[in-house]
């Protein structure tokens, strides 16, 4: 099946620094990637949709200015979190549906995820 | 506004059938897909309904009625690697996955 690699799977950083994490399509072209955030024992929760060549598109109450997201490629989107926060520390998903692979575009695929711990 | 409604947890034993029931309510329709997630890791796919009835995968089936905003997991022969979270999950209109909340499964042996 296709495959979504996110980097780094971990990362640590001190309150204020800024974070980017790395979502690539291996072996297949992505116009459109989602981010997601999953707080412990809840659900995934869309923070955003990313085009490849034009704007994220925010849900409601996500910051677009606390989190960037840029899609520069069609197998490469990232999200930025600048200026982390202790309360931003999460697990951060992001995904890609294959359109055109053997479900047609009915299945999303899954990066690894990213735990994100502001200290 | 988008809902979906899942327990929030079910316990069975090794060997037995569990049913996992979602209802949804959300800002337009194409399918609903199931995913299993194991602690610490990313959620993968199980399955996905866009017409009415039951899809049968190995142990695993799924039904959706869409006339009810319904469906359901189904596991069947469970084992104890099955312990996990189990989300439904409905793709809409704009074509991003809305999860549920999640059913956490534990199997004891």
């Known amino acids: 099946g296709a495959v979504v690699s996110q980097h780094p799977s971990w990362v640590i950083c001190k309150s204020g620094t800024s974070v980017k994490i790395e979502c690539r399509s291996l072996d297949f072209q992505a116009t459109t990637m989602f981010w997601y955030r999953q707080f412990p024992k809840q659900s995934l929760m869309l923070m955003a949709t990313s085009n490849e060549g034009s704007k994220a598109t925010y849900e409601q109450g996500v910051e677009k200015d606390k989190f960037l997201i840029n899609h520069a490629s069609l197998t490469l989107s990232t999200l930025t979190v600048t200026s982390a926060h202790p309360e931003d520390s999460s697990f951060y998903i992001c995904?890609?549906?294959?359109?055109?692979?053997?479900?047609?575009?009915?299945?999303?695929?899954f990066g690894q995820g990213t735990r994100l711990t502001v200290v | 506004g988008q809902s979906l409604e899942q327990p929030s947890e079910v316990t069975a034993v090794e060997g037995a059938i569990v049913q996992i029931n979602c209802t949804y309510q959300t800002s337009g329709f194409y399918g609903l897909s199931w995913y299993q997630q194991h602690d610490g890791g990313a959620p993968t796919f199980l399955s996905y309904?866009?017409?009415?009835g039951l899809e049968e995968t190995g142990r695993f089936s799924s039904f959706l009625s869409r006339s009810d905003s319904y469906g359901y997991l189904l596991l069947q022969e469970l084992q104890m690697k099955d312990s996990a979270s189990y989300f439904c999950a409905v793709l809409t209109y704009g074509q991003n996955f809305v999860f549920g909340p999640g059913t956490r499964l534990s199997v004891l042996p």
């Open positions: 995904s890609a549906r294959h359109l055109g692979g053997n479900r047609g575009d009915t299945e999303a695929f």
């Open positions: 309904n866009a017409l009415d």
